[in-house]
């Protein structure tokens, strides 16, 4: 079965490799000039744009041969915000916007496992890297904020039904 694809990309896995590559270009770039302490310094400081929100889910868009559970959440509530990304959660809240959840699962690279009681209207609770709307259509993705990474080592997420969390 061929995978539903995102924005101008085959997949969510294709887009998210080819994001994690140009922030890595992008990285490499501005750090040519620097000496190499200052490049340590900088690699050593480096963080993900994490977050933590309650949601719900509205729609699962899974679509085979990709290795992410993909849904469409409506944000409820941010536990725990992070300055470079807070406007655009924000945003997102306030609009009731959607977010697009692509969760890894299936090999040792995210949650080995199947997570129990994704459907609709569930509740959940996830932590992961946010890509803002803005950067994810510039990069070619669909005109969504986009919430991944929520496996160990960065993030979770627990399902209120049944009551579980993985990671």
């Known amino acids: 079965m061929a995978s539903r694809p995102f924005g101008k990309f085959k997949s969510v896995a294709e887009f998210l490799e080819s994001y994690k ?7 490499t770039q501005e750090e040519k000039e620097l000496p ?17 929100v309650s949601a719900k889910v509205r729609q699962r868009e899974d ?13 409820t509530e941010l ?16 609009a009731r916007d959607d977010v697009f959840l692509a969760v890894r699962t299936g090999d040792s690279m995210g949650i080995t496992e199947p997570i ?6 569930v509740r959940l609770d996830v932590k992961g890297e946010w890509i803002p709307q803005d950067e ?8 969504l904020s986009v919430l991944h990474f929520t496996h160990h080592p960065v ?13």
């Open 116 to 121: 129990q009681g994704l459907v609709v209207g």
């Open 155 to 167: 993030g979770f997420i627990c399902v209120e039904e049944p009551a579980r969390c993985y990671s």
């Open 63 to 75: 679509g085979g041969g990709d290795l992410h559970v993909q849904m469409l959440i409506t944000l």
């Open 136 to 143: 994810a259509f510039a990069h070619g993705g669909r005109q």
């Open 36 to 52: 190499f302490e200052e490049r340590v310094r900088r690699r050593r400081e480096q963080t993900r744009n994490v977050v933590e």
């Open 79 to 94: 536990l725990e915000g992070n300055p470079a990304v807070n406007s655009d959660v924000e945003r997102v809240l306030a």
């Open 21 to 27: 590559a140009a922030q890595e270009r992008k990285r």
